[in-house]
């Protein structure tokens, strides 16, 4: 084979800041702080600051290779981190504060973190945690001397990060190094099992980045004006972090404040044209413009929305009621995260306004980079033709190949496909659409029902806030579905009347057997659906004993 002449550069996380620092160096870059002020500085200032941590860094005897770990917030200062630790060939290993207090420790000492940065907000966590780490040296609070003393006791020393970064130089030439090298670390919330982690790097970071600011990725340009609503520790922010620095996108980062309130405050001032985030977060912006009609963001033209699916009546109210275009995305942590994207090609373009909504609310297209089939039972293909639904495989330069450690032992198949653990169909033209986590699909008389179908409907009925369907065993059929819905505040949901309205968009035999009330649902930490903890809350919960499969129970 004739070797290319081309320069082999590696691809490394250094270049992306080193780039936006030279060319976007004033570029604002905007952070809510924990204390509710705002810091502001340009991508010139953010890599000069990562330099002198990087210094620090080297100055605590922080090696390539080892883990770093972070308790935070999207701040300028997790920014920092993500740029430091990375830069010189250390792992940045982003802690999800949510989790459980075993679990933290688990992940912790499981990744060996050396370091600790944490917003002091998380004191009382390292102060309860400390005793259950096993590997860490050291811990940085994230602010001054001053704020770190107030922070009170910590059941050890804490140094200062600010006082940390003061006393170092910001002359530092980033390293090359080989582009394959791991640069951060990311557990999945591990629904199964221990939780796992996906170890990425540079090369695969920097292609990923690439992905991002594509036009049919997420179009992330210098154009923009980015509100970061998807937290840092959740698959790096879907690559946002890396591929601002790309492209030279304003950042907005909403720190601890996700509120409704705060987070239309920030859209308006800070002319926010573009923003992302899960279901959730979005639901607490809507319950937030309900009251307050006038907070309506007058800069935002398009959100992301990840993590899970779109409920149709979100995707119409922010574009029919707002004006403002949603692109949905699916993604695993497994995926860095990006797997698919739902813009419209030319070819679909002039489509009804229906068909358009319907292909919206699929997850959407395949984007280069991700080699996506569905599979049967036997790993046997099945075909595109948006009917048939199976198991979920991907392979490409950003999809994990193996966890760290070797955990869970081998993940791929023998054309190196990674089983997603998500049931979906895919159609003629790429789109594709989740019917269902492998274990939350419900198993009724041999056929499958799709939970996420089910809630989608349930949230598009007027007063329903929120809704979950989960699978309850069944003598006859295997499992039957029960409906547990979240009322808006004042409302009061009248079951027949959601069961006739479910009837309209769903077949008979798939209507819940039952439809029950909770004041809340629980969510994961990275603010999915708990079916886990739905499904222990609701063991020996008794379903009617008339309906059946025709649904027939009222
Ligand atoms: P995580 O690694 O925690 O981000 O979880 C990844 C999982 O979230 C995927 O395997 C899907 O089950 C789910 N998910 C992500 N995006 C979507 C989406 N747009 N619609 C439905 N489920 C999604």
Same mark, same amino acid.
């Given at each position: 084979m004739l070797r290319g002449l081309m320069q082999e550069r590696p691809l490394l996380i250094s270049s992306l800041i080193?780039?936006?620092?030279?060319?976007?160096?004033?570029?604002?870059?905007?952070?809510?702080?924990?204390?509710?002020?705002?810091?502001?500085?340009?991508?010139?200032?953010?890599? +000069?600051?990562?330099?002198?941590?990087? @210094?620090?860094?080297? &100055?605590?005897?922080?090696?390539?290779?080892?883990?770093?770990?972070?308790?935070?917030?999207?701040?300028?200062?997790?920014?920092?981190?993500?740029?430091?630790?990375?830069?010189?060939?250390?792992?940045?290993?982003?802690? @999800?504060?949510?989790?459980?207090? =075993? *679990?933290l420790e688990y992940i912790c000492n499981h990744a060996e973190d050396r370091f600790l940065f944490f917003d002091l907000t998380f004191a009382p966590l390292v102060q309860k945690l400390r005793s259950r780490f096993t590997h860490l040296e050291g811990y940085i609070g994230l602010g001054d001397a001053a704020q770190v003393e107030k922070a009170g006791d910590?059941?050890?020393?804490?140094?200062?990060?600010?006082?940390?970064?003061?006393? +170092?130089?910001?002359?530092?030439?980033?390293?090359?190094?080989?582009?394959?090298?791991?640069?951060?670390?990311?557990?999945?919330?591990?629904?199964?099992?221990n939780p796992k982690g996906v170890l990425y790097s540079h090369r695969s970071t920097v292609l990923h980045s690439f992905a991002v600011c594509a036009a049919d990725g997420l179009g992330l340009s210098s154009r923009d004006s980015a509100l970061v609503i998807v937290p840092l520790f959740h698959a790096n922010a879907w690559g946002v972090p890396y591929a601002a620095a790309m492209c030279g996108a304003k950042l907005v980062l909403p720190g601890p404040m996700l509120d409704g309130a705060s987070v239309c405050q920030l859209l308006t001032q800070e002319k926010v044209n573009f923003s992302m985030g899960v279901p959730t977060v979005w639901m607490n912006f809507f319950?937030?413009?309900?009251?307050?009609?006038? =907070?309506?963001?007058?800069?935002?033209?398009?959100?992301?929305?990840?993590?899970?699916?779109?409920?149709?009546?979100?995707l119409d109210r922010f574009e029919k009621d707002l004006g403002i275009s949603v692109l949905h995305l699916w993604?695993?942590?497994?995926?860095?995260?990006?797997?698919?994207?739902? &813009? %419209?090609?030319?070819?679909?373009?002039?489509r009804s306004p229906d068909e358009l909504r319907a292909l919206k609310i699929k997850q959407g297209?395949?984007?280069?980079?991700?080699?996506?089939?569905?599979?049967?039972? !036997?790993?046997?293909?099945?075909p595109h033709d948006g009917k048939a639904f199976g198991l979920l495989k991907v392979r490409g330069p950003w999809i994990t190949r193996q966890y760290f450690k070797g955990e869970g032992g081998s993940i791929l198949d023998e054309g190196d496909y990674f089983s997603t653990g998500d049931v979906a169909t895919l159609d003629e033209h790429s789109y594709m659409q989740i019917t269902d986590?492998?274990? =939350?699909?419900?198993?009724?008389?041999?056929?499958?029902?799709?939970?996420?179908?089910?809630? @989608?409907?349930?949230? &598009?009925?007027?007063g329903v806030h929120e809704a979950a369907v989960?699978? $309850? %065993?069944? %003598?006859?059929? *295997?499992?039957?579905?029960?409906?547990?819905?979240? *009322?808006?505040?004042?409302?009061?949901? =009248?079951?027949?009347? $959601?069961?006739?309205?479910?009837? *309209?968009?769903?077949?008979?035999?798939?209507?819940?057997?039952?439809?029950?009330?909770?004041? !809340?649902?629980?969510?994961?930490?990275?603010?999915?659906?708990?079916?886990?903890?739905?499904?222990? +809350?609701?063991?020996?919960y008794v379903l009617p004993a008339a309906p059946s499969r025709d649904g027939a129970a009222s």
């Open positions: 080193e780039y936006a620092a030279r060319n976007h160096g004033g570029t604002p870059i905007v952070s809510r702080l924990p204390d509710g002020s705002l810091h502001r500085y340009g991508y010139r200032e953010l890599e +000069q600051r990562a330099k002198r941590l990087a @210094n620090a860094l080297l &100055a605590l005897g922080v090696k390539p290779g080892d883990r770093v770990a972070t308790l935070a917030w999207n701040t300028h200062r997790h920014m920092e981190l993500y740029y430091a630790v990375s830069g010189i060939g250390a792992v940045l290993h982003t802690v @999800n504060p949510r989790l459980f207090p =075993d *679990q910590m059941g050890g020393p804490v140094l200062s990060y600010e006082a940390l970064l003061a006393a +170092q130089s910001a002359d530092y030439a980033w390293p090359i190094f080989d582009e394959n090298t791991a640069s951060s670390l990311c557990y999945t919330s591990g629904t199964t099992g319950a937030h413009l309900d009251k307050h009609p006038g =907070d309506r963001p007058p800069h935002l033209k398009r959100v992301v929305i990840g993590g899970s699916a779109v409920p149709p009546a979100m993604g695993m942590t497994e995926t860095s995260p990006l797997g698919t994207t739902s &813009a %419209p090609p030319f070819a679909l373009a002039e297209r395949v984007i280069y980079g991700v080699d996506m089939k569905i599979v049967d039972d !036997e790993n046997a293909e099945l986590r492998a274990k =939350d699909v419900i198993k009724s008389g041999g056929e499958w029902i799709s939970s996420i179908e089910l809630e @989608n409907a349930a949230v &598009a009925f007027p989960i699978g $309850l %065993p069944h %003598p006859t059929w *295997q499992e039957r579905p029960l409906l547990i819905v979240v *009322q808006k505040p004042g409302a009061s949901v =009248d079951k027949a009347a $959601l069961r006739a309205h479910l009837a *309209q968009h769903v077949a008979r035999w798939w209507l819940p057997d039952d439809i029950t009330f909770v004041p !809340e649902l629980p969510h994961t930490a990275t603010g999915k659906l708990s079916k886990l903890t739905l499904r222990k +809350q609701f063991q020996g």
